[in-house]
């Protein structure tokens, strides 16, 4: 698997540390758990410890994942990760970005935003409709990290224009890959998990934080 080279144990000095997930996303969860499995920690997912969600005001992903990661480590006492992740369509030059899960609306559901995706490139052609799943994730030490590690990775793709598969969430319906002959929603996770831009941006992650803490 993508992530083989990084199976060597990370064992932090002292015990076991425990690290806050700044999500109370099962599905991301269940993706981190996986591959950040090498690192000898404790993944707690902030919803397990009753913090919201703070206000994601910044203008890039890297911004609102540091928001979401220090907001945190502040209230848990504890390190943290977070991730800001979405859908970029070079036809909408960057939109949905960091919208993506509102992009239809506050309270926007995921056949929402297909819609309107689908809508605003109605006319468009095939070549024209590039796009790419895109990923910030932060860890940072303590609340006021002045060098939190970030790792950043993409997953180029075409938007679809219509529908296809049953397997993920968000606009993965509606995301091709051309070598693959198939949207994401129609790989099996366990392929999804090895080219997606979370999984790509914490197999980076992994060796950022064997170089921090490693032997």
Same mark, same amino acid.
């Given at each position: 698997?993508?992530?083989?080279?990084?199976?060597?144990?990370?064992?932090?000095?002292?015990?076991?540390?425990?690290?806050?997930?700044?999500?109370?996303?099962?599905?991301?969860?269940?993706?981190?758990?996986?591959?950040?499995?090498?690192?000898?920690?404790?993944?707690?997912?902030?919803?397990? =410890?009753?913090?919201?969600?703070?206000?994601? /005001?910044?203008?890039?992903?890297?911004?609102? @994942? *540091?928001?979401?990661? !220090? &907001?945190?480590?502040?209230?848990?006492?504890?390190?943290?990760?977070?991730?800001?992740?979405?859908?970029?369509?070079?036809?909408?030059?960057?939109?949905?970005?960091?919208?993506?899960?509102?992009?239809?609306?506050?309270?926007?559901?995921?056949?929402?935003?297909?819609?309107?995706?689908?809508? =605003?490139?109605?006319?468009?052609?095939?070549? /024209?409709?590039?796009?790419?799943?895109?990923? @910030? *994730?932060?860890?940072? !030490? &303590?609340?006021?990290?002045?060098?939190?590690?970030?790792?950043?990775?993409?997953?180029?793709?075409?938007?679809?224009?219509?529908?296809?598969?049953?397997?993920?969430?968000?606009?993965?319906?509606?995301?091709?890959?051309?070598?693959?002959?198939?949207?994401?929603?129609?790989?099996?996770?366990?392929?999804?998990?090895?080219?997606?831009?979370?999984?790509?941006?914490?197999?980076?992650?992994?060796? *950022?934080?064997?170089?921090?803490?490693?032997?």
């Amino acid at each position: 698997m993508l992530y083989e080279l990084y199976q060597e144990k990370i064992v932090f000095k002292g015990d076991t540390m425990e690290i806050v997930l700044a999500s109370s996303n099962k599905n991301k969860a269940k993706e981190f758990e996986e591959i950040l499995s090498p690192l000898d920690i404790k993944i707690i997912l902030q919803s397990d =410890l009753n913090i919201e969600s703070p206000v994601e /005001d910044g203008l890039s992903f890297v911004e609102n @994942a *540091l928001i979401k990661a !220090r &907001h945190a480590s502040k209230i848990a006492k504890r390190p943290a990760f977070a991730d800001d992740s979405g859908l970029c369509v070079d036809y909408l030059k960057g939109a949905p970005g960091i919208y993506s899960a509102r992009f239809a609306g506050e309270n926007a559901s995921d056949e929402d935003n297909n819609d309107k995706l689908l809508s =605003l490139l109605k006319d468009v052609k095939m070549q /024209d409709r590039k796009a790419q799943y895109y990923c @910030a *994730l932060v860890y940072v !030490r &303590h609340e006021n990290d002045p060098l939190p590690i970030i790792s950043l990775a993409s997953f180029n793709g075409v938007i679809a224009k219509e529908r296809m598969g049953s397997n993920g969430f968000g606009y993965d319906p509606l995301f091709f890959i051309p070598n693959r002959n198939s949207t994401v929603a129609q790989l099996p996770p366990q392929i999804k998990n090895l080219m997606s831009h979370r999984a790509k941006a914490m197999v980076k992650m992994l060796r *950022l934080l064997k170089k921090e803490y490693g032997k």
